[in-house]
C-alpha cells in the first residue's frame, strides 16, 4: 500500500484509565518512543480521545489544523515535533469493539497530495486492516489457533445488514428478490458460523465483529484530505 509506520493500541473498555492494560503494536522508532514518553505527548495528544468517541477516520493534519484553530499550543508543538521527527502524514482509524477499543494509526512519508491519496484509495483496504488486527490480538489474549468466526459469506452479510437494519424476513426477501426460505437459509448457515442463539444474537455477534465494517467507507469524513 506505500505507507510507511504504523501504530496499533487497545485498550479494555471497562478500564480507560491511564493505568489501564494496553495493548501495543507498531514499527514507529525507539527514538520517537522514548521522546513521546520522556515529554509527556500523551497529555497533549488528541488521538485516542478522538478515538474513544468518533468512529470515522481523521487525518494528522485535521488534529493539527484543530489544535491551532482553538490555540491549543502544547498540541501544536507535539504535532510540529511529530511530523519533523517521526511521520509527515497519518490517518487514524477508531475501532469499537465489543469489549475493547482500538487504534490504527498509518503514516505516509510526505505531506503531499499524492501521498493523501494514497492513503484515500486505500482506505477500505485500511480498515479491514485494522478490524484483522483488532481480531488477531483478541485471539492471542483468549489463547485461541483458531479463526475468530468462520467468513461470512457476501450474500449473508447483505441478509444480515437488512435484518440489523430492522427490516422483517419478508421485507428481505421482496428487497432481495429472492424467497423466504432462502432468506431463512441464509440467516441459519450465518447464525452456525457465528455460533448464534436467535437472530438477536446474531446480530449482536456481527456487529461485535464488525461484520459492517465497510460501511464505514460510505460514512467516512469529508476532513480526510484529497
Given at each position: 500500500l506505500g505507507l510507511d509506520l504504523f501504530f496499533y493500541?487497545?485498550?479494555?473498555?471497562?478500564d480507560l484509565s491511564d493505568s489501564a492494560n494496553i495493548s501495543i503494536l507498531t514499527n514507529i522508532p525507539n527514538e520517537w518512543i522514548h521522546k513521546y514518553r520522556s515529554m509527556n505527548y500523551s497529555d497533549v495528544d488528541p488521538t485516542w480521545e478522538y478515538t474513544v468517541n468518533n468512529i470515522l477516520p481523521k487525518s494528522s493534519n485535521d488534529f493539527y489544523e484543530e489544535?491551532?484553530?482553538?490555540?491549543?499550543?502544547?498540541?501544536v508543538e507535539f504535532?510540529?515535533?511529530?511530523f519533523e521527527n517521526c511521520a509527515a502524514y497519518t490517518v487514524t482509524?477508531?475501532?469499537?469493539g465489543s469489549c475493547n477499543l482500538g487504534s490504527f494509526t498509518v503514516s505516509v512519508k510526505e505531506n503531499t497530495k499524492e501521498h493523501h491519496d494514497r492513503i484515500d484509495r486505500n482506505l477500505e483496504s485500511l480498515i479491514y486492516i485494522a478490524h484483522h488486527i483488532y481480531d488477531a490480538v483478541e485471539r492471542i489474549k483468549l489463547n485461541k489457533s483458531k479463526p475468530f468466526d468462520k467468513e461470512l459469506t457476501a450474500k449473508e452479510i447483505k441478509v444480515l445488514e437488512l435484518l440489523a437494519n430492522g427490516y422483517l424476513i419478508k421485507q428481505i426477501a421482496d428487497i432481495l428478490s429472492l424467497s423466504i426460505p432462502t432468506i431463512n437459509s441464509r440467516i441459519e448457515r450465518a447464525k452456525e458460523k457465528l455460533n448464534a442463539k436467535n437472530r438477536d444474537h446474531l446480530i449482536q455477534l456481527a456487529v461485535a465483529k464488525n461484520v459492517f465494517y465497510k460501511n464505514i467507507r460510505k460514512m467516512r469524513a469529508s476532513t480526510i484530505n484529497h
Open positions: 493500541k487497545e485498550v479494555f473498555r471497562g489544535a491551532f484553530k482553538s490555540k491549543k499550543h502544547k498540541t504535532y510540529n515535533d511529530f482509524i477508531p475501532i469499537h
